[in-house]
Nanobody, 115 residues
Framework: QVQLVESGGGLVQPGGSLTLSCAAS????????MSWYRQAPGKERELVAR???????NYAESGKGRFTLSRDNSKNTVYLQMNSLRPEDTAVYYC?????????WGQGTQVTVSS
């Protein structure tokens, strides 16, 4: 079955960096676009970035110029490099794939940006 396992979250000071990873299994990873979403307390889940199966990327305005999404098809893993982090980036970050018309989610990884 489809499994997505996120890692790499943590506590970081404003201006710091983190790299999140999402290890995927249960489907042919190289064929599918992958996305990262985030959900802050009291807010709806929102798209952060998306990468196509060929590596093309799209970013939400909030992350443009600060976040970089990449994928390694040999490792079935997608990476979200986040720089210049701000307190408003604090959220649970989720990996996502739309497989067979069904969205699958990982368990999420907490990112907290605070001094």
């Amino acid at each position: 079955q489809v499994q997505l396992v996120e890692s790499g979250g943590g506590l970081v000071q404003p201006g710091g960096s983190l790299t999140l990873s999402c290890a995927a299994s249960g489907f042919t990873f190289s064929v599918y676009a992958m996305s990262w979403y985030r959900q802050a307390p009291g807010k709806e889940r929102e798209l952060v970035a998306r990468i196509s199966n060929r590596g093309g990327t799209n970013y939400a305005e909030s992350g443009k110029g600060r976040f970089t999404l990449s994928r390694d098809n040999s490792k079935n893993t997608v990476y979200l490099q986040m720089n210049s982090l701000r307190p408003e980036d604090t959220a649970v970050y989720y990996c996502n794939v739309l497989y067979g018309g069904v969205p699958y989610w990982g368990q999420g990884t907490q990112v907290t940006v605070s001094s």
